[in-house]
């Protein structure tokens, strides 16, 4: 299946919460929706018999200056299409339902997205670091993070 | 040093050896240098093809131990990480003396490729433990593992073993004194 | 064989007391720099804990200040053992953002040493899982005939292990004359050591027995925590990337994707990881020999080359078949010559989180066998 018709399928299926589809720009087309509402679109995206996305590629989260974003990338290992889901979330409050009942991936892969940008998944059983030490302050990836001089008295920069 | 050739010939020295006992035991340790098995990043493959046929570290007398405490020196190879760091300094710390290190590639010996935005890299394995050899490349070639440890065996050779352990007591005090902010025993492993 | 189950703790008669194990960072069987944590009840393991992230070298970091050709270093660095692999994914996305056609020399070029280098990084992990094993001459043998495929890519690039030879459009430089001899010459040194290895390593009854039956992965369990390349075939899953969406070239060759089938012992245990990997590396032979009888020897290899990388605004999605399982990498261009953020989507880290799941109620010293069958690189997983 072409992303269009994906997005025809998710837009008959959840109207509003599929905010648009966007394919102007080079590369890849992607699909933007609500942020709140990842979790019952994945369960839908997974279990629908014309779809069956049982793959979770990656999870990435980016830091876009005055917000945050989330990017879902899943695949049919079964039926060998993909699809690009993207969602916003606000700086102050960055809080994502978690995917984590939908593919057992995103487990690791929103710990990492915690730990580097530091987006909330609400429903994470265990949201803590995991490539940074545990008690490392700060995420590293924002773009305006700036290292700590010291970390347990050795120099970092 | 010789002392092997005045052996396989009967004539010259009758088979007496006349040598300073620090040579001896000098000759004896360098040509039995034990290594720590211990590999971090990119460095540990090439390594690992040092070990192997091709180039065959063991010729030199150079074998793997899986303990700290059976061991001489320790290859640190590859990038060590701040998450690393304090456990490279409880392995060092482990090792009995006489301890040697020699850093492999240029990640242990100034951070390499990582040193400019490496907010989780350590920018050169000196600042927490004292370096004997720095190995450059990014990978070393196998080549230069073999230089970089026959520099070591020559170093050895050349030093002074008594009254050593004052000495290397007085340098490593004046080491943790300039490099560490916080003194070593505040330093906790965190697991 | 052995009929190894899995044993319920439920219904043991004694009164059990666990306790907790750290294996690891420095642990000669952790393949780098891996700690875990199980918590045993006898020498039973009831869990595992990785805690990763003891090689995190910022490389996603790094790639937002580096402009495009400079971050082809960083890439070769993700997982060392097959970095020519890894700077394919790579170089296709900028590639196909920039909507750049590549001359067939060049096409061919880059599969012949992406199948060397698949051969070279099963080598090494079927060496190491021996080692794993208590199996120390197959490492010798496997590596005595790596060092001929890293002669090849030597004498192409320069470099032994980091390659940095696959540039956006184009290779760093052109092959050397004798080449296809040289290809020919190496695969049929690996066909030989290979039949060894059959011998003396994967059929030998100490290493089934330690190996079948234990870190049994269900397909559909693979599927759902996204294990990719010899870790989910094992499981009997036929999903190759070179034959589900063919990039490059690969559609012109004709080879099979092998999968874990359960001739001894189950479909998904550490044996059949390990034999896939085996037989790939006859399938990656078949995929050079095609490649050099068909490959043209004439052209440009640099003719491609952009003088300034500098892709329109967009993002891309572009993955390949590592020897290790899908890598991909998402591109995020906004206009200039550094990509705004560029995210790893690594094999490692997928692959390795599946361990707590299927190392649990095997005995402890099955863990370090499991852990070696999913063949994990460190640096792939930290990044």
């Not at chain 3, 290899?301 to 572009?318: D, N």
């Amino acid at each position: 299946m072409q992303a269009k018709e994906i997005y025809e399928v998710l837009k008959t299926e959840f109207g509003d919460s599929i905010i648009s589809f966007n394919d102007t720009a080079a590369g890849d087309p992607f699909i933007e929706i609500q942020s709140d509402k990842i979790l019952e679109i994945g369960l839908f995206l997974r279990d629908n018999e014309s779809l069956l996305f049982d793959f979770l590629n990656s999870i990435t989260a980016m830091d876009l200056v005055d917000k945050l974003a989330a990017v879902y990338h899943i695949y049919s290992v079964s039926l060998n299409h993909r699809i690009v889901i993207k969602l916003f979330v606000p700086k102050d409050n960055p809080k994502v339902p978690t995917v984590e009942r939908c593919w057992r991936t995103a487990d690791w892969h929103e710990r990492e997205a915690w730990d580097l940008i530091g987006i909330e998944f609400v429903g994470h059983h265990n949201l803590i670091r995991i490539l940074c030490p545990y008690d490392w302050e700060g995420h590293p990836l924002r773009k305006d993070y700036t290292a700590p001089e010291f970390y347990h008295g050795i120099k970092v920069n | 040093m010789g002392i092997l050739n005045r052996l396989n010939d009967p004539t010259e020295g009758g088979g007496i050896v006349l040598a300073t006992v620090e040579d001896i035991l000098n000759w004896g340790r360098s040509k039995s240098d034990w290594y720590l098995q211990f590999g971090l990043a990119c460095c540990a493959i090439e390594f690992m093809a040092v070990n192997a046929a091709h180039y065959d570290l063991m010729r030199y007398g150079i074998i793997f131990r899986s303990s700290p405490r059976q061991a001489d020196f320790l290859f640190v190879t590859g990038t060590v990480t701040l998450k690393m760091a304090e456990r490279v300094k409880r392995l060092y710390e482990q090792l009995a003396e006489p301890r040697y290190v020699i850093a492999v590639g240029s990640c242990a010996a100034s951070g390499g490729p990582y040193w400019e935005h490496g907010y989780h890299v350590l920018k050169g394995l000196d600042q927490i433990i004292p370096v004997d050899v720095y190995i450059p490349g990014c990978p070393p070639r196998p080549e230069a593992f073999q230089e970089g440890m026959m520099k070591l065996q020559a170093m050895i050779n050349q030093e002074a073993i008594f009254n050593k352990r004052k000495r290397i007591a007085e340098e490593d005090a004046k080491f943790q004194n300039s490099n560490f902010t916080d003194s070593p025993s505040d330093i906790q492993i965190k697991m | 064989m052995g009929d190894r189950k899995i044993v319920d703790l439920e219904y043991s008669p004694f009164e059990s007391d666990k306790f907790r194990v750290n294996i690891g960072p420095q642990h000669p069987s952790t393949h780098g720099v891996l700690r875990l944590e199980a918590e045993l009840d006898g020498e039973i393991i009831t869990e595992v804990i990785p805690h990763i992230g003891n090689l995190h070298r910022c490389m996603e970091k790094h790639c937002e200040f580096k402009t495009y050709p400079q971050i082809i270093p960083f890439v070769d660095r993700l997982d060392y053992c097959s970095a020519i692999n890894n700077e394919l994914p790579y170089v296709m996305g900028v590639e196909k953002l920039l909507g750049i056609e590549l001359s067939d020399k060049v096409e061919y070029i880059r599969v012949i040493l992406s199948e060397f280098n698949r051969i070279a990084n099963h080598q090494i992990a079927v060496a190491a899982f021996g080692l794993d094993t208590g199996a120390f001459t197959p490492f010798l043998y496997l590596f005595r005939d790596r060092e001929f495929i890293v002669k090849i890519l030597e004498h192409c690039s320069g470099a032994r292990l980091l390659y940095n030879y696959f540039w956006i459009g184009g290779l760093a430089r052109d092959i050397y004359p004798t080449f296809k001899e040289d290809c020919l010459d190496a695969i049929k040194r690996i066909r030989v050591t290979n039949a060894e290895i059959m011998d003396l390593l994967i059929n030998n009854k100490i290493f089934i027995v330690r190996t079948i039956n234990t870190g049994i992965l269900p397909g559909d369990v693979a599927i759902s925590y996204g294990c990719t390349g010899p870790v989910l075939r094992g499981s009997g899953v036929p999903f190759d990337l070179r034959k589900a969406q063919p990039y490059s070239i690969y559609d012109r060759f004709d080879f099979k994707v092998c999968v874990g089938t359960g001739e001894l012992g189950t479909i998904g245990d550490s044996w059949n990881r390990n034999i896939v990997r085996m037989n790939e590396m006859e399938e990656s032979c078949k995929i050079i020999e095609q490649a050099i009888a068909q490959m043209p020897m004439e052209g440009d290899v640099r003719e491609k080359v952009p003088k300034r990388v500098k892709p329109p605004k967009g993002e891309i999605y572009s993955c390949a078949e590592n020897p290790k399982g899908e890598l991909g990498f998402y591109i995020v261009s906004d206009g200039t010559d550094k990509p705004s953020r560029l995210k790893v989507r690594s094999t490692g880290f997928s692959n390795l989180s599946v361990l707590p799941d299927i190392s649990k109620g095997y005995m402890i010293a099955d863990l370090i066998v499991t852990l070696g069958s999913l063949d994990i690189v460190l640096g792939d997983v930290d990044r």
